[in-house]
Structure formats: C-alpha cells, structure tokens
C-alpha cells in the first residue's frame, strides 16, 4: 500500500456519522475514498460545496463540480452547492467538525504553517487560517519526511498558519495526538521500531505503554 493511501485510510477511520468534514486540497481529499458504507460524513468543500463524493474517475467527470483544490470530484444526491460567504459562514461559525488539511511543518506544541515558503511563489493562504481556528478538530494528514527531513519538529521555522490548533497528526509511519504533556505517538505502523520513529521525528515523542499498530 502506498504511503498516501495508508494515511487516507487512517484518517477515514477518525470521521464518526453525522459530522461536517471540511478536505484541505492534495492528500486529504483522498479521505473521502476510504470512508466505510455504514458511516454517514458529510463533505465540504470551502469553494461552496456539502455533500461532496468520492474523487471523480474518467467516467464520472462534470466539469462544473470540482473542489477547493480544482480536482474533479462527485457529489451525492443531498449535496448543495452555494457561494463563498456561505461557505465561509460555516467554517467561521464553527459548524464544521472536522478539518482534514496538509502541512509543510508541524510541532510538538500543535502550531501549523501550511501555507508558504518564503521566497517561493504560491497561489495564496486559501482557507486554512479560518479552518483551524472554526473547526472543532484539526486532523493534519502528510507524509512524515520530506527529503529524508522530518516534517514534525520542535518548533515550526515556517510561517505559522495558526497556533496550538492541530489536534492530530497521522503520517504513513504513526498516528500522534498533541496533547497539553506533549506530543504522545497513538498508533506506529508495523513496518518500522519506536527508535526509528524517533530518529525520523525532530520532535520529542511521548510513547505510551499502550502503544497499539496503526490500523488502516
């Protein structure tokens, strides 16, 4: 199983009937492929969308129905479409349950930047800085390194997205909560020990005795 598809399938796992999920752009948006029959998630899209399907393949392309990301993506038979103030009405009036997003850096202490490089160029912050403070909980959703660099330090050198919001991280190598002791490893894929987690992860990791293997 890829990498990506691990952290998908794990994320899908977290989402309980009933909730509004709001799905950041690349990696999260594979969570709504994963989700299991009997569990009833109700997706949005910041662009102005609830209800939003699975990830359209070639067959069930409509070019009029993409996401926040411009990504081809279907809808179900109760979803909605509107304009971008409501949209925004819901995130920012805390309706939304959960956030799903990427992230270029994450701490121990739940601070997130996700949305620049200084120096290089991109098409903007986008919604992210309403999603994690207006949802109720913040599920960042990335590989764990990038070019061998942990993604997960002790504290973030990129500009912050927003401070103490992440409530969750899940890599293709563990799933972590940020807690107020700390950042404490949940789950840890079976491929890899505690000391190699570690040697991957900048920040320092609370592994408790109960420390269970990642399910997907």
């Not at 691990?6 to 990696?27: F, H, S, Y």
């Amino acid at each position: 199983m890829k990498p990506k598809e691990i952290i998908a399938r794990r994320v899908a796992r977290e989402l309980k009937d009933n909730q509004l999920v709001n799905l950041g752009i690349g990696l999260p948006t594979m969570t709504s492929n994963y989700i299991d029959s009997d569990i009833k998630v109700t997706f949005q899209s910041e662009n102005g969308m609830v209800g939003m399907g699975k990830v359209a393949n070639e067959e069930e392309i409509d070019l009029n129905v993409t996401n926040a990301g411009g990504q081809f993506v279907t809808i179900n038979e109760d979803g909605a479409f509107f304009d971008s103030s409501m949209s925004f009405g819901l995130i920012r009036g805390g309706h939304v349950d959960v956030t799903v997003l990427g992230a270029l850096e994450v701490d121990q202490y739940g601070n997130l930047a996700n949305w620049i490089v200084p120096g290089k160029m991109v098409p903007g912050m986008g919604g992210a800085m309403d999603l994690v403070v207006g949802a109720k909980k913040v599920i960042v959703a990335m590989l764990h390194t990038v070019k061998g660099k942990s993604k997960i330090l002790k504290n973030c050198t990129l500009p912050l997205t927003a401070k103490g919001v992440v409530d969750m991280i899940v890599t293709e190598l563990a799933v972590m909560e940020v807690t107020k002791e700390g950042l404490v490893v949940r789950e840890i894929s079976k491929d890899i020990t505690v000391d190699e987690l570690k040697s991957m992860t900048e920040a320092e990791l609370i592994i408790p005795n109960n420390l269970a293997y990642m399910a997907v």
